[in-house]
């Protein structure tokens, strides 16, 4: 059975630090993984896809890395801002041979940059 | 623009009232999808749809029901809500990848 775990939970950060969210799963066989960020009482934007042949993914200041074999991912902040202020979620889809259809969620980082 | 709308955003209900929520996509996604949020549960999935007329269960579908008749639209039916029921409630579409998730609707049930 997959499970997907995110280390830390939360983290409290200066402004213009940059961070690493950790997001680990027990079943290497996936599809893709996928970092969403959601704002409290809001729903879910997607940040980046890394499809499982891919090493990582990069947009803007967010950068992506997936090793599938060891089942981790991280997701690195770079010169984190107060906007980026959220809660950040890590979630695996399983390949075409086990429960093709369904994202598995990790329970997310809750991240606060201060000023 | 590309979305997933929900319809209510809020909704506080009694236990036992029949209640829909609503479900729409512009993107022409076969695969839409419904989970719930809890604290300390992180998001499960309810039920999925692979097309129309095509649902299955997903982790935790007791009490609740979907419908699939046109592709756009999944909505999510509690025939007698319980206040175990109370969470927040994410529609989701899919295209060859990437999933995209609704705004969300935070429902209490009394």
């Known amino acids: 059975k997959q499970e997907v775990t995110q280390i830390p939970a939360a983290l409290s950060v200066p402004e213009g630090e940059n961070l690493v969210l950790n997001c680990s799963f027990t079943d290497s066989a996936i599809y893709n993984l996928q970092w969403f960020r959601q704002d409290p009482g809001k729903g879910l934007t997607s940040l980046l896809l890394?499809?499982?042949?891919?090493r990582e993914q990069t947009s803007g200041r967010l950068n992506a890395s997936l090793d599938k074999s060891s089942g981790r991912s991280t997701l690195y902040i770079a010169a984190s801002q107060p906007g980026d202020s959220a809660t950040y979620l890590c979630?695996?889809?399983?390949?075409?041979?086990?429960?093709?259809?369904?994202?598995?969620f990790g329970a997310g980082t809750r991240l606060a940059v201060h000023p | 623009e590309a979305q997933v709308t929900q319809n209510p955003r809020y909704l506080i209900t009694v236990t036992g009232k029949k209640l829909t929520v609503t479900c729409s996509q512009n993107m022409n996604h076969e695969y839409m999808s419904w989970y719930r949020q809890d604290p300390g549960l992180g998001l499960r999935q309810i039920y999925y749809?692979?097309?129309?007329?095509?649902?299955d269960k997903g982790d935790v579908p007791e009490g609740y029901k979907v419908s699939r008749k046109e592709k756009r639209n999944f909505p999510l039916i509690l025939e007698s809500p319980s206040p175990n029921q109370t969470s927040l409630y994410f529609c989701?579409?899919?295209?060859?990848?990437?999933?995209?998730f609704g705004p969300g609707t935070r429902l209490t049930v009394l």
């Open positions: 749809s692979m097309n129309v007329e095509v649902t």
């Open positions: 979630a695996v889809r399983r390949d075409l041979s086990g429960g093709y259809n369904k994202l598995i």
């Open positions: 989701a579409s899919r295209g060859d990848n990437e999933q995209f």
């Open positions: 890394i499809q499982s042949s891919q």
